[in-house]
């Protein structure tokens, strides 16, 4: 199995610093931003990227996470998931301009459930897509605001993104397919 | 999970995971819009041949707030009550393309066999069968001791440490059995009190306690005392004397309530015989959790549901 | 087949010594070494195991009133396929088998058949509703000759009504066997009274419920001098109680069933109603009480309960389902394991529980005798070394509820002869109307 290294440690950190610049210019500042992660490792970019746009803003940006395994249309398709937690910051989600960050955005269902989960949970004013990785083969109509890579792939390649807090090294790294 | 028909199967990771389940569960429940799709085209058959509107509703809305389809299916006043054998039930069910079924039958064992039979291919969820087990009682009550006791850092914990004492009709309840072996897989230790004639005589290897006096496990300050319904048909059937010399015994009346522990919280699975088993003013007390029971037990069986019916089929 | 001369070539008899056994009209009419086979079809019986005709003291036959479960020629087929030559059918048919006309009709299904002798049981009470005795004495001098008499599925809880049964009983030399059950100690009872009834939340029969009805027996059969027979034992204390009477020259016979010689009470976890039976299976320190019993003398016999129940009683849960087992085709593998596998029992000794110990305890003559010669011709021949997965297909009568379905048992039937006529032959069945037709020149001839 060969692995090649597409991202390495600075590269992310520098792909969401450019992330976090580009939310503020889009949203025309932090005002109403709520950002929210998808587990696992969304959580962990989001967390990140709302410090990042709370330190060049000098506002805080309230940051939570949105567990979308409920809204899922694979269930039955894979062995039962155990759901994650869901947190949403205190103001709730009503007039916000939300932030979905994501690590990698392939076909599309994960932020469609995401995108359901959040239409039960609040009316925001608008809703963004981060991802770190868009790696092609999208099987539905969305589409990513602010991206750290593009990374054409092939369906048969994996592809890995490894972040200090969970895996203890940061990488993102695309392999051959075969398990 | 392909059934659930006892407690009794569970290990401590797999009881953990139904009630962090049901935490996520119970989150979802404060959300503006409580429904979720997750079980969108699944059918889910309440199959009750006893009455029981409380554990009935506590199905239905746990199955509905999944978006599956539900179906109650009441044995009173249908063909079951002209004689169609549970076999025949099952295979109608089956035809229907039931998902699961959640059953409530008067007879021991009927989630067995209705699982074991072959009869049907759906996952069955025991409810509450004749005095042998009513699992997602136990489930509801174990979450309800977790969150009283760790609230919002439950997530990931087991109830290590904890004393747990069941009062009452333990020789007739579904629920103390249930208990028991939940209780046990999450490293609490439970204690049995009740007139000796309502406690088992055949304990053996089981993880409990017996005690017949009511005010010594009190004194020894319990963290949890569970009180059990006493049924009518008792009264008469040389149990006990009467009900005035049983509560004197082996209610929870206000003196007993006075004398609990700060800390100690007083539970009921329902329906409550107010004066009896428990005293109005225990079962209103702020140490009471009868009415969270009510809410959690929705949580629980959300969980189990989804747990149930979410995912590749297990066989 | 119309030839009744048969040699059974090289049998092994049940003292261990080997033998020819030569059958002829009906009777063994020789045992010994090379005997003539001129006009005997001959069998070659080299290795096998041949037992006296088996006798079941205690048969549900069903008919008349449940010929969906059973029926007497059904049952009897099941009989013969498990070695049986001589059934007692139990009285509680519909209507209860509680008259003379009853029981001679009863007799008369057993001669239709062919396949086993059938001797009726009579009620003790009419309609085994516990409060009249029944035409005892009718019964005894009709053409069944009913010597034994039994309420069997309730018991005769009246303490006077079962005095005066057992006295009246002693003017033709009769016996209650009793179905020793306190009814007010097992109310909805559905399994042993354990810890494993405890964990199953099903209602228990506890042992006490046994062992208080018959010490209350032994000690009114020592008080009015009469015969007690107590069906199916299943408890240790029973087995001492019992011990205790032998001991105090009380005149009292007992029973084990095959079930309760081998299978125990945890066999419920499964909610499987298969194992569901009355009395219940007991625990493993029971199970190893009652073998000693049967070792030892204490019990005297072993009887089957066969119990044929239609599959929808018992294709549902536990406590809705009926009480009993099928046991006339598994009962000599099922004593060939737990006795003689463990060294309890020789075969000598099973030809006693089996046969000549039924018979007598049941007063009927010319049943149950030693293979010698003049005996009448009830021969059984059993492949000890033979062992199988037990399979419904194993089974010949009408119903299917057998416990042992899928467990693994020693030994097989080989052949069966019943009178002198083969019922069976190389483990199969033979049809009715030669086992018929043998039947009727036996009786032409003798």
């Known amino acids: 199995m060969s692995a090649r290294v597409v991202l390495q440690h600075a590269d992310i950190s520098r792909a969401l610093t450019r992330i976090a610049h580009e939310i503020l210019e889009s949203n025309r500042g932090p005002d109403d931003l709520v950002i929210l992660g998808i587990p696992t490792r969304g959580v962990v970019l989001a967390r990140r990227v709302a410090r990042l746009v709370s330190e060049i803003s000098g506002t805080g940006v309230p940051v939570g996470s949105l567990d979308v395994t409920m809204y899922r249309d694979d269930l039955s398709r894979n062995p039962t998931r155990a759901p994650s937690p869901t947190s949403i910051p205190a103001r709730g989600l009503d007039g916000a301009t939300v932030v979905l960050v994501d690590d990698v955005l392939y076909s599309g269902r994960t932020i469609r459930a995401a995108l359901d989960a959040i239409g039960d949970i609040g009316r925001p004013r608008a809703v963004r897509l981060a991802a770190l990785v868009d790696r092609g083969h999208r099987e539905l109509p969305i589409r990513p605001d602010f991206v750290g890579k593009n990374l054409p792939s092939s369906p048969s390649e994996r592809i890995f993104v490894r972040l200090e807090d969970v895996d203890g090294e940061e990488s993102v790294t695309i392999e051959q397919g075969g398990v | ?315 | ?446």
């Open chain 3, 1 to 446: 087949m119309s030839n009744s001369s048969f040699l059974l070539s090289g049998a092994t008899l049940p003292d261990g010594s080997t033998a020819d056994i030569a059958i002829a009209d009906g009777f063994v009419v020789g045992v010994g070494d090379g005997l003539d086979s001129v006009d005997a079809i001959v069998i070659d019986a080299a290795g096998l195991q041949a037992l006296p005709g088996l006798v079941d003291l205690h048969t549900h036959l069903r008919e008349p009133g449940y010929e969906d479960s059973e029926t007497v020629l059904t049952g009897t087929r099941a009989a013969a396929a498990g070695g049986f030559t001589t059934v007692f059918a139990m009285a509680n048919t519909s209507p209860v088998a509680d008259t003379a006309g009853l029981v001679e009709q009863e007799l008369a299904l057993g001669e239709a058949s062919g396949y086993a002798t059938v001797q009726p049981i009579g009620a003790v009470t009419t309609g085994l509703a516990g409060e009249r005795l029944a035409e005892l004495g009718a019964m005894a001098s009709s053409r069944a000759r009913v010597r034994l008499f039994s309420d069997d599925g309730f018991c005769v809880s009246d303490p006077l009504l079962m005095r005066r049964a057992l006295e009246y009983v002693k003017a033709f030399d009769g016996a209650i066997a009793q179905h020793a059950q306190e009814p007010r100690l097992t109310v909805g009872a559905q399994m042993n009274e354990g810890e494993v009834s405890t964990r199953l939340g099903l209602a228990g029969w506890p042992a006490v419920a046994e062992e208080a009805i018959i010490a209350r027996d032994v000690l009114l059969t020592e008080h009015v001098g009469s015969r007690l027979h107590v069906c199916h034992v299943s408890t240790a204390g029973s087995v001492e109680i019992i011990r205790w009477a032998k001991a105090r020259g009380i005149a009292v016979t007992a029973e084990v069933t095959p079930h309760h010689l081998l299978l125990t009470d945890d066999l419920a976890e499964s909610y499987d109603a298969r194992f569901k039976v009355n009395p219940p299976l007991r625990s493993a320190e029971d199970v190893a009480a009652v073998r000693e019993g049967l070792a030892d003398g204490t019990i005297d016999i072993v009887a089957t309960d066969h119990a044929p129940h239609p599959d929808q009683h018992k294709d549902c849960a536990w406590p809705e389902a009926a009480n009993g087992m099928v046991g006339l085709e598994s009962a000599l593998s099922v004593v060939h394991s737990a006795m003689v596998e463990t060294g309890l029992l020789d075969w000598a000794d099973v030809a006693r529980v089996l046969s000549s110990a039924p018979a007598r305890i049941g007063r009927l003559d010319g049943v149950g005798a030693p293979i010698t010669v003049g005996s009448r011709a009830d021969v059984v021949l059993y492949d000890t070394t033979a062992s199988r997965t037990f399979d419904v297909d194993d089974l010949a009568g009408k119903s299917a509820n057998s416990p042992y379905v899928g467990r693994q048992l020693p030994g097989r039937v080989v052949a069966t002869f019943h009178r002198g006529v083969p019922t069976v032959l190389d483990g199969a069945l033979r049809p009715h109307d030669e086992v018929l037709a043998g039947q009727r020149a036996v009786v032409g001839r003798g």
């Open chain 2, 1 to 315: 999970m392909r059934h659930l028909l006892s407690t009794r199967d569970l290990s401590r990771d797999a009881a953990i995971h139904i009630l962090d389940v049901a935490e996520d569960m119970a989150d979802t429940q404060t959300r503006e819009v409580r429904k979720l799709p997750t079980l969108r085209g699944k059918t889910v058959v309440n199959l009750f041949f006893e009455d029981s509107t409380r554990t009935r509703i506590s199905f239905e809305a746990a199955a509905k707030r999944l978006s599956a389809d539900v179906i109650n299916f009441s044995a009173k006043g249908s063909s079951v009550s002209k004689g169609e054998s549970l076999k025949d039930t099952a295979q109608t069910l089956e035809e229907m393309g039931a998902d699961a079924v959640v059953i409530r039958h008067g007879a021991s064992g009927a989630p067995h066999t209705l699982a074991a039979s072959g009869w049907i291919d759906a996952g069955i969820v025991n409810a509450g069968d004749g005095t042998h087990e009513h699992p997602t009682q136990a489930l509801l009550d174990a979450f309800t001791i977790r969150r009283c006791l760790h609230g919002s850092a439950s997530r990931g914990r087991a109830l290590d440490g904890v004393t747990v004492a069941i009062v009452g009709d333990i020789l007739h309840s579904r629920v103390a059995r249930s208990n028991v072996w939940l209780l046990s897989a999450l490293g609490a230790r439970t204690v049995f009190v009740g007139p000796p004639t309502l406690v088992p005589n055949h304990l053996e290897g089981w993880p409990a306690e017996v005690s017949f006096d009511l005010d010594a496990t009190l004194a020894t300050g319990p963290d949890v005392v569970m009180m059990l319904r006493i049924q009518s048909e008792r009264m008469n059937d040389a149990f006990f004397p009467n009900p005035r010399e049983y509560s004197r015994r082996w209610g929870l009346d206000d003196e007993r309530l006075a004398r609990l522990g700060p800390d100690t919280i007083v539970m009921h699975p329902g329906p409550m015989n107010r004066g009896l088993e428990i005293s109005s003013r225990a079962a209103d007390s702020p140490r009471s959790t009868v009415r969270e029971q009510v809410a959690n037990g929705v949580s629980a069986r959300m969980a189990v549901l989804y747990l149930l019916l979410s995912g590749e089929r297990e066989d």
